[in-house]
């Protein structure tokens, strides 16, 4: 004979009571997730206050340069020497955008072929001894870039298109070199993107028959231009804002040209020679350094907000 054993079913207060147990534990603060959060938060906003004391200190002490020198003569005279009463930033602006431009012809070509090569080319042990030989690279401080240009860069251009050609300071050189400096950025952060791009784009692009150069050229690239333009972009703010390179090697003293052989002075440049000097606290040429940096502020955040709208307009969503 079968003996039956019933089980007895759970009653509605032991279901209620573990439900509420369960929800107990869901809405317990941990004390380690708290603090974690709260150190996260205050990073976030020790950068945001130190952006903002940042901007704050640069627009003060602008203002009483303003308050002197008209916006007009600012941007529009073609010279500048605030000892004399000349405050046109045409010919620092110009050193700079040339030291610059010819940084961006050294290292946007030679870093997004580096960055094809790792991620299309490159073996395994090939990128294990290349990487580490950019990131020494990025590592050299940058006033031995300076000399590098001033001992080493220079006469090679003296030696190629002669001494009567190229003066011994020169924003060539310096812009040159520039771009040797920044060639990791632009490979590392180009690399990045052209590694996201889905391994199915390229097998579908061999499935067709095309080679791996038609395939990185046509394909990967294109999949992956907002990150190049935004590794462009961030790299030419770099160029930008460089300094010791163009205060050793780019020489001294506003001079508007534009023949890279001779010398030129650019914005960060002349911050560090006239702020090495003897200057007076509340003078005018004390005040044009924070306004040539509140300047320099405004190039590179229109350089960042132009980033992020090639980004947003041009990304890439796989899923």
Same mark, same amino acid.
């Given at each position: 004979?079968?003996?039956?054993?019933?089980i007895?079913?759970?009653?509605t207060?032991?279901?209620?009571?573990?439900?509420?147990?369960?929800?107990?534990?869901?809405?317990?603060?941990?004390l380690?997730?708290?603090?974690?959060?709260?150190l996260?938060?205050?990073?976030?906003?020790?950068?945001?206050?130190?952006?903002?004391?940042?901007?704050?200190?640069?627009?003060?002490?602008?203002?009483?340069? !303003?308050?002197?020198?008209?916006?007009?003569?600012?941007?529009?005279h073609?010279?500048?020497?605030?000892?004399?009463?000349? %405050?046109?930033?045409?010919?620092?602006?110009?050193?700079?955008?040339?030291?610059?431009?010819?940084?961006?012809?050294?290292? !946007?070509?030679?870093?997004?072929?580096?960055?094809?090569?790792?991620?299309?080319?490159?073996?395994?042990k090939?990128?294990s001894?290349?990487k580490?030989?950019?990131e020494?690279?990025?590592g050299?401080p940058?006033?031995?870039y300076?000399?590098?240009?001033?001992t080493?860069?220079?006469?090679l251009?003296?030696s190629?298109?002669?001494?009567d050609?190229?003066?011994?300071?020169n924003?060539?050189?310096?812009?040159?070199v520039?771009?040797?400096?920044?060639?990791?950025?632009?490979?590392?952060?180009?690399?990045?993107?052209?590694?996201?791009?889905p391994?199915?784009?390229?097998?579908?692009?061999?499935?067709?028959?095309?080679?791996?150069?038609e395939?990185?050229?046509?394909?990967?690239?294109?999949?992956?231009i907002?990150?190049?333009?935004?590794?462009?972009?961030?790299?030419?703010?770099?160029?930008i804002?460089e300094?010791?390179?163009?205060a050793?090697?780019a020489?001294?003293?506003?001079?508007?040209t534009?023949?890279?052989?001779?010398?030129?002075?650019?914005?960060?440049?002349?911050?560090?020679?006239?702020s090495?000097?003897?200057?007076?606290?509340?003078?005018?040429d004390?005040n044009?350094?924070?306004?040539i940096?509140? %300047? !320099?502020?405004?190039?590179?955040?229109?350089l960042?907000?132009?980033?992020?709208?090639?980004?947003?307009r041009?990304?890439e969503?796989?899923e």
């Open positions: 004979m079968t003996q039956q054993i019933e007895p079913s759970p009653s207060t032991t279901i209620e009571a573990g439900y509420n147990r369960t929800n107990d534990l869901r809405k317990r603060r941990r380690g997730e708290t603090v974690i959060q709260t996260l938060f205050l990073a976030g906003g020790i950068s945001i206050l130190t952006t903002v004391g940042i901007v704050y200190e640069l627009s003060k002490e602008s203002v009483h340069f !303003l308050s002197q020198v008209s916006l007009i003569e600012f941007f529009t073609a010279k500048w020497n605030p000892q004399l009463g000349n %405050f046109g930033i045409l010919p620092l602006l110009n050193a700079t955008l040339m030291t610059s431009t010819t940084a961006m012809l050294v290292a !946007l070509p030679m870093g997004l072929s580096i960055a094809i090569y790792l991620s299309e080319y490159a073996t395994p090939a990128s001894i290349l580490p030989i950019l020494v690279l990025a050299i940058t006033v031995v300076g000399y590098f240009a001033l080493f860069m220079t006469p251009l003296r190629v298109l002669g001494k050609v190229v003066e011994i300071y924003t060539a050189s310096a812009g040159i520039i771009g040797i400096l920044i060639i990791p950025m632009v490979s590392s952060m180009s690399e990045d993107a052209l590694s996201a791009v391994r199915a784009l390229r097998e579908a692009s061999y499935g067709l028959g095309a080679t791996k150069l395939t990185a050229i046509k394909v990967v690239l294109p999949a992956a907002s990150g190049i333009v935004a590794a462009f972009i961030v790299a030419i703010s770099r160029a804002g300094t010791m390179i163009v050793i090697a020489g001294a003293g506003p001079n508007l534009f023949n890279p052989f001779l010398p030129a002075e650019t914005m960060t440049g002349h911050i560090v020679r006239i090495g000097g003897d200057l007076s606290y509340n003078s005018i004390y044009s350094i924070f306004a940096g509140l %300047f !320099l502020f405004f190039i590179t955040l229109s960042n907000i132009i980033s992020q709208r090639v980004v947003r041009f990304r969503v796989y």
